[in-house]
């Protein structure tokens, strides 16, 4: 399978963006998704991640509350809400397809495919 990130931008803190992740060349529903995040001069970490199905889900706790992960396996999309978005979201945001945890996983480790990174910068 192979991803494709978008929907990043520029957003003043306390806005809202909507990452989004296309999959293609795969069975899609065969993935656990995750995203994971990279801020200048800091390692990639853990943001949020969902099961094969949709029904579970995981956020690392600095974004629980505020962003949602969802996917559409008609589609083969996943999808990362962000709200009341602060300056330390700012990053490269990545999707990660997993293909052998199907309840998902918070550790980078474990995901096989990685999409091209899409810029988020929430200005203060």
């Known amino acids: 399978v192979q991803l494709q990130a978008s929907g990043g931008g520029l957003v003043q803190a306390g806005g809202s963006l909507r990452l989004s992740c296309a999959a293609s060349?795969?069975?899609?529903?065969?993935?656990?998704m995750g995203w994971f995040r990279q801020a200048p001069g800091k390692e990639r970490e853990f943001v949020a991640a969902i099961s094969r199905s949709g029904w579970l889900t995981y956020y690392t706790d600095s974004v629980k509350g505020r962003f949602s992960i969802s996917r559409d396996n008609a589609k083969n999309m996943v999808y990362l809400q962000m709200s009341s978005l602060k300056p330390e979201d700012t990053a490269v945001y990545h999707c990660?397809?997993?293909?052998?945890?199907?309840?998902?996983?918070?550790?980078?480790?474990?995901?096989?495919?990685w999409g091209q990174g899409t810029q988020v910068t929430v200005s203060s």
């Open positions: 990660a397809a997993d293909a052998d945890s199907g309840a998902g996983s918070r550790r980078e480790y474990e995901y096989d495919v």
């Open positions: 060349g795969g069975t899609f529903g065969m993935y656990a």
